[in-house]
């Protein structure tokens, strides 16, 4: 199994960077969202033991279901959920989401484990380009890392 981390600084307040996660409507932008896709289900639980669900609808592989369950919610810091994509692998990694104020706003840093080795390349580039997506979500655009 393998662990990565990814960062990334934004212009933002720790507190709105750390809502997007738990919003729907800004939430289904940019997570788990492709330009040429279509979310068609985004919902939040946001409770330590609720569950999320999204679903996008892709034309090179059809619906795409993301889910999870939060395992802790300390807004504006830290937010950590299970994180699994049945279709692709029944098994459930860890995602801890770190957020930390700056003078010029927040750094975000994302750490996934229990990551299966085949897979851990593909999901490092795939929240790099979630993370890059929230910087266009929070100004209400979708993402624009996946191209």
């Not at 600084?9 to 809502?19: L, M, P, R």
């Not at 969202?33 to 592989?61: C, L, N, Q, Y």
């Not at 484990?113 to 790099?128: L, N």
């Not at 997506?133 to 979708?142: D, H, Y």
Request: aromatic share 10%.
């Amino acid at each position: 199994m393998a662990e990565f981390s990814v960062t990334h600084s934004f212009t933002t307040s720790a507190e709105q960077v750390f809502d997007a996660w738990l919003d729907p409507a800004i939430a289904r932008r940019f997570l788990f969202a492709t330009p040429t896709g279509e979310m068609i289900r985004a919902e939040v639980d946001a409770h330590v033991g609720g569950k999320f669900v999204f679903v996008d609808r892709r034309p090179d592989m059809g619906d795409v279901l993301h889910t999870g369950e939060y395992l802790e919610i300390d807004r504006p810091r830290r937010l950590a959920f299970t994180f699994g994509v049945p279709q692709f692998n029944p098994d459930f990694t860890t995602v801890r989401v770190e957020i930390a104020p700056t003078a010029a706003g927040c750094d975000l840093t994302l750490t996934q484990t229990d990551v299966p080795a085949e897979w851990a390349d593909r999901s490092k580039e795939g929240w790099t380009k979630i993370i890059a997506g929230l910087e266009a979500a929070l100004t209400g655009g979708k993402a624009t890392g996946w191209a």
